[in-house]
């Protein structure tokens, strides 16, 4: 008899990250001419919703946040959970307020360009995620993008660092 449980793990695990990183390029397909200029407003809201998510998984998994690197490393494991293991990252330390995630390969890029995404798409989707989940970890600090795949660089690379005392203050 073949059941759920006849399945090994891994296989799941491959199958349900491969569909849902087809999502977000299936809504976009399906809604954005439904629901026209609003679509990429609402779309960053669920992205930043999702990067709540990543902080209450970081939270229940007791996962590092203290310093640059810590959260590089928290963000990068997250990523993997949420994203599945085709999702391939590094965390590297620049300094204690510096550090740089490394993406060298996105199920959510490759998903969406074969669902009919472009990559300026996807980027709208992973910079909300990202700019909203780091501060949430931790409010010392902030990310930026140095490179982005989706336009055309051969990796990623989200660079985050200690706010310094202006960055404070705006906050």
């Given amino acids: 008899m073949t059941g ?3 399945i ?3 296989v799941k695990w491959r199958i349900a990250a491969e569909f849902s990183a087809q999502l977000p390029a299936l809504y976009d397909r399906t809604f954005r001419t439904v629901v026209g ?4 407003r609402l779309e960053q809201d669920i992205w930043m919703e999702a990067a709540r998510f990543a902080y209450v998984v970081a939270k229940n998994l007791s996962l590092p946040i203290g310093t640059a690197q810590d959260l590089a490393q928290t963000m990068s494991t997250v990523m993997v959970i949420l994203f599945g293991p085709y999702f391939k990252n590094e965390a590297l330390e620049l300094s204690h307020d510096g ?4 993406v060298k390969r996105c199920p959510i890029l490759s998903q969406g360009h074969d669902s009919g995404s472009d990559g300026e798409r996807t980027f709208h989707k992973c910079m909300a995620f990202i700019l909203t989940g780091i501060p949430l970890l931790n409010k ?3 990310a930026r993008f140095v490179r982005t795949m989706c336009t055309g660089d051969r990796q990623c690379e989200i660079k985050i660092q200690k706010n310094g005392p202006k960055d404070k203050e705006k906050k």
Avoid: G, K, L, T
């Fill in 99 to 102: 550090a740089v995630i490394i």
């Fill in 140 to 142: 010392d600090f902030s």
């Fill in 8 to 10: 090994p793990d891994d």
């Fill in 4 to 6: 759920q449980n006849s």
């Fill in 37 to 40: 200029r609003e679509y990429d």
